[in-house]
């Protein structure tokens, strides 16, 4: 029993930071590019953990939503 506890805790705290990364790229996106469509917003939310890291770093070279369109389709 201790050890499904423990699993859960640790899925529930991956969870947690992952949804913190999200949290942080939309607010740089944001900042970077402006209005972000709800669409797009949808697409970030289901990314993987690795593909935020990807995103985080990209971003930084975005200049428009045209690019984070672009990064998301080719992704």
Not at 10 to 21: P, R
Not at 45 to 52: D, G, H, N, R
């Amino acid at each position: 029993m201790l050890v499904g506890k423990a699993e859960g805790k640790a899925e529930g705290l991956a969870e947690g930071i992952a949804d913190g990364k999200r949290s942080i790229i939309l607010q740089q996106l944001s900042q970077v590019i402006g209005n972000i469509p709800e669409e797009l917003i949808q697409r970030i939310q289901v990314l993987s953990e690795s593909l935020l890291v990807k995103l985080a770093s990209d971003l930084l070279s975005f200049r428009n939503v045209d690019d984070l369109e672009r990064w998301l389709e080719l992704t």
